[in-house]
């Protein structure tokens, strides 16, 4: 039986970039803590599969399609949700890619897709869903960091600065927000065996870097996610706000 401080029977929860990934193991967490999830992404047939999945599962999922980098866009669909379906109490902010090259030879497009969608989506989704939240008096924000909002690698630093920036906008909407009731927090994953990694995973050499440097000596696994997601969308985390949380296996705790 759940605790009822982590129980989300009844609430809404919108995860973008959740077709596939991080984004469809936190979705389908929090589907089995209660909620009522709306899957987001750019491609429709591959969130109608994800879709499916959870409903095969029995649990509550719809989705809705539309680009996070379009503010337009990504305002006019939350405004419907709101609309259509009632409100939405949970936002995870998911979506994200990577691009990896040496940084004197990183392109200035890669840089700014990267920035779009990695952190300025961040910054439009969260805005078009408080407008909302605010006039309630309370909602969860759940933002997804990284390790690398710590540490940094050799060819990824613009990413590396996209996911510092996040931990600081997730602050910044505690500052902002967490006095008309909004607990705004970042979920910040290690080294996890998902699609956006799936060259790193198939490198032997990497592998082997990941089992010494991290503590608890291998990948993580998608499900190792869900605990801290719902417990920071949920009333557990109700004095928990501007918090970076890592799921890391201990890297970001030891040299």
């Known amino acids: 039986m759940t605790h009822p401080l982590f129980s989300l029977a009844g609430r809404r929860a919108l995860i973008t970039g959740s077709s596939q990934g991080i984004g469809l193991a936190l979705a389908a967490g929090l589907a089995e803590a209660g909620a009522t999830v709306i899957l987001n992404g750019r491609d429709p047939e591959r969130l109608a599969r994800a879709v499916e999945t959870l409903r095969a599962a029995g649990h509550e999922a719809g989705m809705v399609a539309f680009d996070v980098t379009d503010g337009g866009a990504a305002t006019e669909a939350i405004d419907r949700i709101e609309a259509e379906e009632g409100p939405i109490d949970i936002l995870v902010n998911n979506a994200g890619m990577q691009h990896r090259a040496p940084l004197e030879e990183f392109p200035e497009a890669a840089f700014d897709a990267l920035m779009a969608l990695n952190l300025k989506a ?45 931990a600081n906008l997730t602050k910044g909407m505690a500052a902002d927000w967490g006095p008309r009731g909004l607990q705004c927090n970042a979920l910040a994953p290690g080294y996890f065996d998902t699609p956006l990694n799936a060259a790193l995973v198939a490198d032997p050499d990497f592998s082997a870097w990941i089992a ?44």
């Open 122 to 166: 961040v910054f439009t989704v969260s805005k078009a869903v408080a407008r909302h939240m605010l006039p309630r008096g309370g909602g969860r924000i759940v933002t997804i960091a990284s390790v690398q909002s710590a540490l940094a690698r050799p060819g990824i630093a613009p990413y590396t600065a996209a996911k510092g920036a996040v």
């Open 212 to 255: 010494r440097r991290t503590p608890a000596g291998r990948w993580g696994r998608l499900e190792e996610l869900r605990g801290a997601c719902i417990f920071l969308a949920s009333d557990a985390a109700s004095y928990v706000n501007g918090q970076t949380l890592f799921v890391d296996g201990g890297m970001t705790a030891t040299l």
